[in-house]
């Protein structure tokens, strides 16, 4: 994946939903190399259906027993071979959390993850205070008497980490990537995309009904009459509708340009994008906040107006339900279920709530991760297998080179610039260098909620105090124990976690085709997302500036059209298509990766001879399949309807069919002719890297 370009607000569908993935991690010399995995290898045999014909039908060929013997748990949306990883590192998390809270340890990590899980456990205290903890915000907006004070607790209340109205970060410039900036951009939905709000068909009508249901719900929780209730929800989706109608879609998202104007407070104020930015700045601490990136003008020239004309009394309902609903999760039972029935059932599809201690560990993972993994490193990510990833990654930079070398479409002028980015790209495996500092952060053993509160006010300072600093080289996007990796474009650098290091995804032990065809392919997919169609707008340093011709541009241009043109036939469910453009950067890593991944694999083979034939496969077979079997997965209709529409990766089987119709080697490897094969012809086939 590639990280946003503007990180400012955290998915609530994410943590309602489960979503968030949880892995292993590295540091010490490890005792195991997985948490009880020893005998998994990435190739896997008894997954596949080998009555399937490849060339017709490979990801049920790949994966059809796997399919068919893994029906997706009732607590969660979609399951896959990552979800297999995550379900198991979080047995291993969960002994480590209850060892924490059992030990009352001196030692700092133990002592801070034992106490945030001990508080999170503790279900007796949790229904005592009901909607207790929300209480101090709500004093705050009661206290509202202008709209100068409403800009003030809203400063107040993203100091706290709910980010009503519009997000806020700092972050690097992108068009100066050596300095960070603050950055305003567009937010303050409940619902997880604007067109969730616009879009007429009876699907979307159906669930914004339910939203509305769910607001009423939480209104009444609160302890107001269902009269109340209906009002201030419709109040609420009101208000929200005008913010969306203003925002920017996912697609128009993915432009970086289009999220980039730069200006500073006398600016913004000249404008007309509103006269209280500087109280906004003077309260979460930014007395001069100088040169700053207004990501999306025509929102806050909204909010502007909204500020106008909105009376009061709605703005303070609108920051209740703002506070409610992200807090909801860490609150009673009730509060719990009423955002798990929207959240998780209609939106998702999950049929059960997860078990707390699943949905504590995956709180404690987002707002304090590296100290848990910090406790988990020691044991589960051996010195072996990141030099094994590091082997790879060589490799795969060198195949990648030579492809670029190879690239008929493209001038040596480009080609120079290309090889100049791809030298320059840092590569991190396994865990970071320094360890976050938690010292500051107070976790005890008394209210959840407020443990919650303290840890993502303790972020948001955390991410202010950047300005003015150097950038911090050593800063991971994502925990160690995260099954997943990413390339940041500002940053020119791939992140490799040390959970997706581990079986079924990358073993140590496995022939070079498979771990090729897997990690290797995800380590081709990160490399290829510095030059898909956003990352090629980045320099070798991170910044937001051209390196192309004006010639090779256009060349390259065209080949995303006709990707996005492949893309746009796939109709996964119902009437949606899945979208070519949201889709275009990850489906250009996906059929990168692939190509460079095999074009590595081949090299290495010439160094290091394998047998011709592996369990009757040859080592191209092994390949595909073993990258088929990564992206195994169900997913619930509810679940593929939201990805389609807000995701800009593809559904995994199309991720997995669509590059091998780019692909003659796959073609040739399994003897597909004719009408089997699912080949592309002539000018309809793509290649670009």
């Not at 795969?396 to 790209?425: H, P, V």
Request: aromatic share 10%.
């Amino acid at each position: 994946m590639k990280t946003p370009l503007l990180r400012l607000k955290r998915s609530a569908l994410a943590v309602a939903c489960g979503l968030l993935s949880l892995s292993a991690t590295a540091q010490s010399p490890a005792q195991n190399t997985t948490p009880a995995a020893s005998n998994a290898f990435v190739l896997e045999a008894h997954t596949m259906d080998l009555k399937a014909d490849p060339c017709t039908s490979f990801f049920e060929y790949a994966n059809g027993l796997w399919l068919k013997n893994n029906p997706i748990p009732a607590d969660r949306s979609r399951y896959s071979a990552y979800d297999e990883v995550t379900e198991r590192n979080l047995l291993a998390l969960k002994e480590i959390a209850e060892l924490a809270a059992a030990s009352q340890s001196p030692d700092a990590q133990q002592r801070l993850v034992g106490n945030f899980y001990a508080s999170g456990m503790d279900e007796a205290r949790i229904e005592r205070e009901g909607a207790q903890p929300l209480q101090a915000q709500f004093k705050l907006i009661d206290a509202i008497s202008d709209k100068a004070g409403l800009i003030r607790v809203i400063a107040q209340l993203h100091q706290q980490g709910v980010m009503p109205l519009f997000g806020f970060s700092v972050d690097q410039d992108l068009k100066d990537s050596k300095r960070y900036i603050p950055q305003l951009g567009q937010g303050g939905l409940g619902l997880p995309d604007r067109d969730y709000y616009l879009k007429n068909d009876a699907k979307t009508k159906e669930i914004r009904a339910q939203y509305l249901a769910y607001m009423k719900q939480i209104f009444s929780l609160l302890g107001e009459d269902a009269a109340q209730s209906a009002q201030h929800a419709a109040q609420v989706m009101a208000l929200e509708t005008r913010l969306a109608k203003a925002s920017l879609t996912k697609v128009e998202l993915r432009d970086p340009a289009a999220s980039y104007h730069l200006t500073d407070l006398d600016g913004l104020q000249k404008q007309g994008k509103s006269a209280y930015w500087g109280s906004y700045f003077q309260t979460i601490g930014l007395q001069q906040p100088g040169q700053l990136n207004l990501a999306h003008p025509k929102f806050f020239s909204e909010v502007d107006k909204m500020l106008d004309a909105v009376p009061l009394a709605q703005w303070k309902t609108y920051l209740k339900w703002d506070v409610a609903n992200s807090r909801a999760n860490f609150l009673s039972q009730a509060f719990v279920n009423a955002n798990f029935d929207f959240y998780g059932k209609t939106l998702a599809g999950i049929k059960e709530l997860q078990p707390r201690w699943k949905r504590v560990l995956g709180n404690i993972d987002a707002q304090a991760g590296e100290a848990l993994g910090q406790l988990y490193v020691a044991k589960f990510f051996g010195p072996e297998a990141k030099a094994g990833v590091q082997d790879m990654v060589r490799n795969i930079q060198a195949a990648m080179r030579d492809s670029i070398g190879k690239l008929e479409w493209m001038s040596e002028q480009t080609k120079q610039q290309a090889y100049k980015k791809l030298d320059s790209i840092v590569v991190k495996i396994g865990y970071p260098d320094v360890w976050r500092d938690y010292s500051s952060l107070q976790i005890d053993r008394g209210s959840y909620a407020d443990n919650v509160a303290r840890a993502s006010a303790f972020e948001f300072q955390r991410v202010l105090s950047r300005l003015g600093k150097p950038i911090d080289r050593n800063e991971w996007g994502m925990t160690p124990q995260t099954v997943n990796a990413y390339y940041n474009p500002t940053m020119n650098e791939m992140v490799f976690p040390a959970g997706i290091l581990q079986p079924p995804l990358y073993h140590v032990q496995a022939d070079p085709a498979a771990n090729y065809g897997n990690t290797g392919a995800t380590i081709g997919h990160e490399l290829t997302h510095a030059f898909d169609d956003e990352g090629r707008q980045f320099d070798a340093a991170g910044n937001l500036k051209s390196w192309w011709t004006a010639q090779d541009e256009k060349k390259f241009l065209n080949r995303v059209k006709a990707i996005e043109t492949q893309f746009n036939e796939f109709n996964p469910i119902d009437k949606l298509h899945i979208n070519g453009k949201l889709t275009a950067g990850e489906n250009i890593a996906d059929l990168g990766g692939m190509k460079i991944a095999l074009q590595a694999l081949r090299t290495s083979l010439q160094k290091n001879p394998q047998p011709a034939l592996l369990d009757g496969l040859t080592p191209d077979q092994r390949f595909f399949i073993a990258n088929a079997q990564s992206f195994r997965s169900a997913i619930r209709d509810e679940m593929l309807r939201l990805k389609i529409a807000t995701d800009p990766h593809s559904p995994d089987k199309y991720r997995v069919i669509a590059p091998l119709a780019n692909m003659p080697e796959f073609s040739s490897a399994f003897s597909c002719q004719g009408e089997r094969s699912p080949l592309r012809q002539g000018a309809k086939r793509v290649n670009i890297w």
